[in-house]
């Protein structure tokens, strides 16, 4: 995924949601099944159309998927705890509570995250996942908001606060 443009800087990158690119692929997976079937079943109109939905309609459901809901992640190489603190520090006026469980599934994508907070100004959950694999700490922050500069300044408010000054 491509790097943020505007005032959040770089650092920020877009992510799709394992929900969204699992739907892709049965998408997928389900148009092309039913083109064979019509293959089989002789009927080539219903292979043409299928096959046409099958290389198009995954595709726009995926992108309009990561557009209309975003996740960003911010990974940095630091322990989580002082990720965690910089983190709170920068949404300390935002009006920022730990996330309950109703919120946020801990199964989906804040699993392994630890904290996840919600932040009312502007909507949005943020949580914090250290990586067992290698010394990363990633900053996810799914969007609930439509409001792009309000988002834009609360990434970047994030990474100037978990981020040093270059």
Same mark, same amino acid.
């Given at each position: !995924? ?8 770089? $650092? ?12 892709? +692929?049965?998408?997928? $997976?389900?148009?092309?099944? $039913?083109? *064979?079937?019509?293959?089989? /079943?002789?009927?080539?109109? @219903? ?7 099958? %290389?198009? +309609? ?7 998927? !990561? ?5 960003? %992640? /911010? ?9 965690? #603190?910089? *983190?709170?520090?920068?949404?300390? #006026? ?14 989906? /994508? ?10 009312? #100004?502007?909507?949005? @959950?943020?949580?914090? +996942? ?10 996810? /922050? ?8 309000? !988002? ?9 606060? *978990?981020?040093?000054?270059?």
């Amino acid at each position: !995924m491509s790097t943020a443009p505007g005032p959040a800087g770089a $650092g920020w990158t877009r992510r799709a949601a394992g929900s969204a690119v699992l739907l892709f +692929f049965v998408l997928s $997976g389900g148009l092309w099944l $039913g083109s *064979v079937l019509s293959w089989q /079943l002789a009927q080539p109109e @219903f292979v043409v159309v299928l096959l046409a939905l099958a %290389a198009f +309609f995954p595709l726009a459901w995926l992108a309009v998927g !990561m557009r209309t809901r975003p996740v960003w %992640a /911010l990974q940095v190489r630091q322990e989580p705890t002082r990720v965690a #603190d910089a *983190v709170l520090a920068a949404v300390r #006026d935002r009006h920022s509570t730990p996330a309950s469980p109703a919120d946020v599934s801990r199964a989906g /994508l804040f699993r392994g995250c630890n904290p996840v907070l919600r932040v009312e #100004d502007p909507p949005c @959950f943020i949580g914090i +996942f250290r990586s067992s694999v290698d010394a990363t700490t990633t900053v996810l /922050l799914f969007a609930r908001s439509k409001n792009r500069e309000s !988002m834009d300044r609360l990434r970047a408010a994030i990474r100037a606060s *978990v981020l040093p000054s270059r």
